[in-house]
């Protein structure tokens, strides 16, 4: 890393940026445009040249730069902290009380019935959440949702790319309490967010996490389209998976046409994930700073089928614990049973290999010239000491190997140098 801040253009090419916005709402939408980029991402843009205090801002909150672990001071009362899945006071299979929610949701609709149950109870007036983009549904846009139904309309996941964090200036100037859901990457933005600007500390009231294998780029969701002769424009729904747990992925177009494929099909193997250079070196993809991480629970990591809506919980902060038992006893979430940290190895072997292997991908990259992200309190260094030197070398030349050849740093993004839709 230079001994100075790191310009957007380091931080976009040298593979750390996941397009969450952050930058442009701290530096200002007018100074920094968000673009979608040929290779499918969405990338900020520097529209005038910014000044070493405003790169020192942006890198204090990017959560491609700084990836800080859980503060200890928010744990849970009786939280242990696992090498692996950090801190947790209670992990438990569960799911959304209400059917409807359950079968719309992406797993077993537990964000959305925590979601929902802020908004009804008044606890937030709000929720910062992602759904299908109006007019373009294969694409993904932040929602404000401050009522039960429309955190409904935003449930399920949306594996594209997205901007959520774009616009939380504006809503920290509404002055008014707010829950963040999101991935984990957007949720170390909104911790980052919340140790520089004490309005984002107070208003900014829960922080609640998907546990993510990663974002692809919106070529993936193109792919489908190219297969089955459909185009983008043509487009009335794009739903990456629930309507069932997993659920498939459902296109449809205006004029009557529609595909669906199977959760396994779409999703099976890791390689055709078209993931971003960000998610393969990952320090934490298990929301260890929300104060409530919800994952798929399928033992050896993929569905067999078709179920009715499970979650793994992991409750992590005392925000968290106290807003999963006031859930429990206003019956918006239902316990099925306790499970484990253990448990989650098996749910989830891509979040336990990566974690292992993330430190020795960091110095792969830093060797063929990269920036790496700084990853306090993540346990990445005492991880890679525990694994054995063979799989650390394997894993740090082939970082280095795939930084060298470009496929973990990024091309320029530039305005001029934009997405063509169908
Ligand atoms: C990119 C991505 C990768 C994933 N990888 C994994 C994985 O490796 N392991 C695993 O167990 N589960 C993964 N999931 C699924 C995710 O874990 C489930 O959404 C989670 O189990 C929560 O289920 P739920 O039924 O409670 O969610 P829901 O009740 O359906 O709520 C989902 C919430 O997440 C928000 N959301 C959806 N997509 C995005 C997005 N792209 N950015 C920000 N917010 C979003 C929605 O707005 C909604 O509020 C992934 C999801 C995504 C989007
Ligand atoms: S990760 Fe977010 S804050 Fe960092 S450069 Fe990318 S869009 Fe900006
Ligand atoms: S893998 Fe990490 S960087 Fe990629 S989308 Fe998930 S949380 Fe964000």
Not at 161 to 190: E, M, N, W, Y
Not at 289 to 314: K, M, Q, T
Not at 346 to 364: L, S
């Amino acid at each position: 890393m230079p001994g100075r801040p790191l310009t957007l253009d380091e931080i976009v090419q040298g593979g750390l940026c996941m397009g969450c916005g952050l930058c442009a709402a701290v530096a200002a939408p007018e100074r920094v445009a968000m673009v979608m980029t040929p290779e499918g991402r969405l990338r900020p843009v520097p529209r005038e040249p910014l000044d070493a205090a405003t790169d020192a801002r942006i890198n204090a909150v990017c959560p491609g730069v700084t990836v800080q672990g859980p503060d200890p001071a928010d744990a849970a009362l009786e939280a242990e902290t696992d090498d692996i899945w950090g801190p947790a006071d209670e992990v438990v299979i569960a799911h959304a009380s209400d059917p409807d929610v359950r079968y719309r949701a992406a797993s077993g609709g537990i964000l959305t019935a925590l979601g929902q149950h802020l908004v009804a109870t008044g606890a937030v007036d709000f929720v910062l959440h992602v759904g299908a983009a109006q007019g373009a549904p294969m694409r993904s846009e932040a929602r404000v949702d401050a009522d039960p139904d429309g955190v409904l309309a935003g449930a399920s996941s949306r594996y594209g790319p997205s901007t959520p964090l774009h616009d939380i200036t504006q809503l920290l100037d509404r002055g008014r309490p707010f829950a963040v859901i999101g991935k984990p990457c957007d949720i170390t933005g909104v911790r980052n967010l919340q140790r520089q600007d004490p309005r984002a500390r107070e208003l900014i009231r829960y922080a609640l996490a998907l546990v993510c294998g990663g974002m692809s780029d919106l070529t993936k969701s193109q792919g489908v389209l190219d297969d089955h002769g459909m185009r983008e424009s043509e487009l009335s729904l794009f739903r990456y998976r629930g309507h069932g747990n997993p659920g498939p992925l459902r296109a449809e177009t205006e004029d009557g046409r529609a595909v669906e494929i199977g959760y396994n099909a779409m999703w099976g193997d890791e390689v055709g994930w078209a993931l971003q250079p960000r998610c393969k070196i990952c320090p934490d993809a298990i929301g260890e700073v929300a104060d409530i991480a919800a994952a798929d629970c399928w033992p050896g990591g993929g569905p067999s089928g078709e179920d009715a809506g499970f979650n793994a919980v992991l409750v992590r902060t005392a925000r968290g614990r106290e807003l999963f038992d006031a859930a429990l006893r206003a019956d918006a979430v239902t316990i099925d049973r306790a499970s484990s940290v253990r448990e989650m190895d098996d749910f989830q072997p891509h979040q336990v290999r990566k974690k292992n292997a993330v430190r020795a991908r960091y110095i792969g990259m830093a060797a063929a010239g990269l920036p790496v992200p700084a990853t306090p309190g993540l346990r990445t260094v005492k991880l890679a000491k525990q694994q054995p030197l063979s799989f650390l070398l394997t894993e740090a030349r082939a970082a280095r190997r795939r930084a060298k050849t470009g496929r973990l740093g990024e091309p320029p993004a530039r305005l001029d140098r934009v997405w063509q839709s169908t």
